[in-house]
């Protein structure tokens, strides 16, 4: 099977990533498994925006609930095994786009983002007013889970390296299931309608099911990260939920370019190496806690200066029409066949 520029690009970099524990300090693997779990959680929201154009400020409650969900299902005095708890991140991810997607996705444009950030707003608020997963001082996760065949470890997430290593292998699955999905008539599909949802209508295509199933899926994929993002800082608190963080994953879809699932890696990657740098007190002194102004100011010249994105430095931000709509007509002809 030949593997394509891109396909080669995001091997080297998810190899890159696995050998950091080798060559690295504890310092740079922690910030590089931040990076990989906001990756997961910026490819989960490039399926909306980026493949079927639906802009999300809710996506932070999937993520959240992926979150609490490990915290809250984890025993407290031993490891939890390790698929009962990611199924359960995984379903309840899913579980919450699906319920309200059925109702958000009747609306469009501004009308879509507001009811994805209400009903955001509205998990927030379930988790920081009430006792449901321990109100405003959040939950914490003792143990991270194991996962044992008998009597037998495949490998033990309470090392440092294993857990490094599981994370990334997220990462790989998440990106290759999105770059998989891109190119299949599901995909086709979603680009129809993003490009434009009434022509999709006129050749025969009901995208109401095409677009519940990828918001859906997305939530997954948020719950996924979530789960990681649990697992990694042992602590989770109703803040997952806010508005800030969904505002924080779109910049990163943003900012790395829409037009592939690499650019939402790579947006990613960006912001969180922007945030470190500028909080760095070692750097800007006592200007570091001001770290918000000069923070805003690079994202504004970034988005300015590559209007594709990160991706577009090196050709991947661009796809042309004809290859977007040429999967499109061949699924069309093949349903009217």
């Not at 080669?8 to 922690?30: K, N, R, T």
Request: charged residues 10%; aromatic residues 10%.
């Amino acid at each position: 099977m030949k593997i394509s520029a891109v396909g080669m690009a995001a091997i080297v970099v998810l190899l890159c990533l696995a050998l950091l524990p080798w060559v690295a300090s504890e310092y740079y693997v922690g910030l590089a498994q931040r990076i990989v779990i906001y990756a997961v959680f910026a490819l989960s929201l490039q399926l909306l925006v980026g493949e079927a154009g639906l802009v999300s400020l809710g996506h932070a409650a999937p993520f959240g609930i992926g979150a609490y969900a490990a915290a809250l299902l984890s025993p407290a005095s031993a490891a939890g095994p390790l698929l009962p708890l990611l199924a359960a991140a995984l379903a309840g991810g899913a579980a919450y786009a699906l319920a309200t997607g059925a109702l958000a996705l009747r609306t469009r444009g501004v009308y879509f983002i507001m009811v994805t950030l209400a009903f955001a707003q509205m998990a927030y608020y379930v988790f920081h007013d009430t006792k449901v997963g321990g109100g405003s001082d959040g939950a914490y996760l003792y143990f991270r889970p194991e996962w044992r065949v008998g009597g037998w470890m495949p490998f033990d997430l309470a090392h440092a390296t294993s857990f490094h290593l599981f994370v990334v292998a997220c990462l790989a699955l998440a990106w290759g299931l999105l770059a998989r999905l891109r190119h299949s008539p599901f995909g086709a599909a979603l680009a129809g309608i993003r490009i434009n949802e009434q022509r999709m209508r006129a050749t025969g295509f009901s995208t109401f099911p095409y677009k519940l199933v990828a918001y859906t899926l997305a939530g997954a994929l948020a719950g996924l990260a979530g789960f990681l993002y649990a697992l990694k800082d042992g602590f989770v608190t109703p803040e997952l939920f806010a508005w800030e963080q969904s505002g924080l994953v779109l910049l990163m879809v943003i900012l790395g370019g829409m037009a592939r699932p690499g650019g939402a890696v790579a947006g990613a990657a960006a912001l969180v190496l922007m945030q470190e740098l500028f909080q760095s007190e070692a750097l800007f002194g006592d200007y570091a806690r001001h770290w918000h102004l000069p923070m805003g100011l690079a994202v504004i010249l970034l988005v300015a200066l590559l209007p594709r994105g990160l991706a577009g430095l090196i050709g991947l931000g661009r796809v042309p029409r004809a290859a977007r709509m040429a999967p499109l007509a061949d699924t069309a002809e093949k349903s009217h066949a």
